[in-house]
């Protein structure tokens, strides 16, 4: 039975002060939504809206409160922390992983509060944890109830121009043990060897690539001066329909930028709360 998920929900950015890192993302040309509270949970968000995933910046707002091992992230490090898959239903995708005998938990409920001028909303979830499914990084499969809550036309327009995840890279100790995991997640023609040290899975419309430490050294040069140990996300790569108005952004924003192409602006992680990004004209 086919895995019904559609492609990328969400990248999940784990930061140990929420409201600073609205700012900085704000400096970065991001259009934030107002904060979300989880419901019965210690975490608050901010969310950057694209026109089909988006990026959440996730802290924690009460210590006491239930973090869903967040705490124990931020004790490490800032950054890239998991993804969720999105689908249209998660009973659907609780029969599949059954079916391939793929650990699960779920589905599972969870709405957040959406503070809004006009007063709180409730989006509201259904989520399918994944057991190990996913080889190197931490993930689950959210259903949107409520989209219309979150996906609001203003949200999704931003200053630097992205319009979407087009990529992530992921750094791993081998590439052969995650490779057959993915390839039994998302089948086999979702998932190309690149080499003793890189493989890619394409998951709708955007590609995970995953790299040996030595590989992603090549590929993000920053990584040489962090300690972090695989497997982590490093990175992502955001669709933008104008490098230029990219650049226009980041200098009205203060924020410094390296162009490595007339198609590609790279911002360090040291000024996104430890993710390497990209923007890449589509």
């Given amino acids: 039975m086919p895995l019904p998920i559609t492609g990328i929900d969400h990248a999940i ?19 934030i939504t107002p904060r979300g509270r989880h419901k019965g949970w210690g ?14 910046l996730l802290g924690i707002v009460d210590p006491a ?12 490090r800032e950054g890239l922390m998991g993804l969720a898959f999105a689908t249209e239903t998660a009973e659907a995708v609780s029969a599949a992983l059954e079916a391939a ?17 006009e007063g709180e909303v409730e989006p509201a979830f259904k989520l399918v944890y994944l057991n190990g ?24 327009r931003h200053a630097n121009g992205v319009t979407g995840i087009d990529s992530m890279t992921v750094v791993v100790r081998n590439t052969s043990s995650p490779r057959a995991g993915w390839r039994r997640f998302l089948g086999e023609d979702a998932v190309t060897e690149i080499g003793e040290q890189e493989f890619s899975a394409i998951v709708g419309q955007t590609e ?5 430490e030595s590989a992603a050294k090549v590929a993000l ?17 955001l669709s933008v ?39 890449c004209a589509v």
């Fill in 13 to 31: 950015v784990g930061v140990r002060k929420l409201e600073a890192a609205r700012r900085q993302w704000a400096k970065l040309g991001f259009t």
């Fill in 43 to 56: 975490t608050a968000n901010y969310c950057i809206m694209f026109e089909t995933d988006y990026v959440e």
């Fill in 65 to 76: 409160g239930f973090t869903n091992k967040l705490d124990r992230f931020l004790k490490i």
């Fill in 101 to 117: 005998a793929i650990g699960y938990k779920g589905p599972a409920d969870l709405s957040r509060l959406l503070e809004l001028p």
């Fill in 133 to 156: 499914a996913t080889p190197g990084v931490s993930s689950f499969v959210c259903q949107h109830l409520t989209r219309e809550l979150v996906w609001r036309p203003e949200w999704t």
């Fill in 208 to 212: 995970l690539r995953f790299l040996t």
């Fill in 221 to 237: 040069p920053e990584l040489r001066r962090r300690k972090w140990r695989p497997p982590f996300l490093a990175g992502m790569a």
């Fill in 241 to 279: 329909t104008d490098p230029a108005e990219t650049v226009r952004a980041l200098e009205a924003g203060g924020v410094g930028f390296t162009r490595k192409d007339d198609q590609t602006v790279a911002v360090r992680g040291s000024q996104a709360n430890g993710v390497s990004l990209e923007f």
